[in-house]
């Protein structure tokens, strides 16, 4: 059992085991290759010009905004909560 350290901190999880936030970092990144991946092969050939300029400037801003969103929460000492990714992320730790 890991005891906590001197200046009251929790214990740091094993080597080699991700915490609940670097699951969630891990998952955007996973879905942003999807994303690429189904873009590459499905929506390339349909979509092009504007349609495809707002279509990447949407996932970047989405991205942006996830990113954003979880480092004030870390910041202020908080879980992110992004309801999809995390939802993903539970089912990965149970």
């Not at 390339?44 to 349609?51: C, I």
């Not at 004030?72 to 089912?91: C, D, H, K, N």
């Amino acid at each position: 059992m890991a005891r906590p350290d001197p200046a009251g901190r929790p214990p740091r999880p094993p080597a080699g085991v991700l915490s609940e936030r670097g699951r969630l970092g891990l998952l955007l990144v996973v879905i942003l290759t999807l994303v690429t991946l189904v873009y590459n092969f499905v929506l390339a050939p349909l979509v092009q010009g504007f349609l495809q300029e707002v279509l990447f400037n949407t996932v970047f801003l989405a991205v942006l905004a996830a990113v954003g969103y979880g480092m004030v929460q870390s910041a202020r000492g908080r879980y992110p909560e992004i309801p999809v990714i995390a939802e993903a992320s539970y089912l990965q730790i149970r």
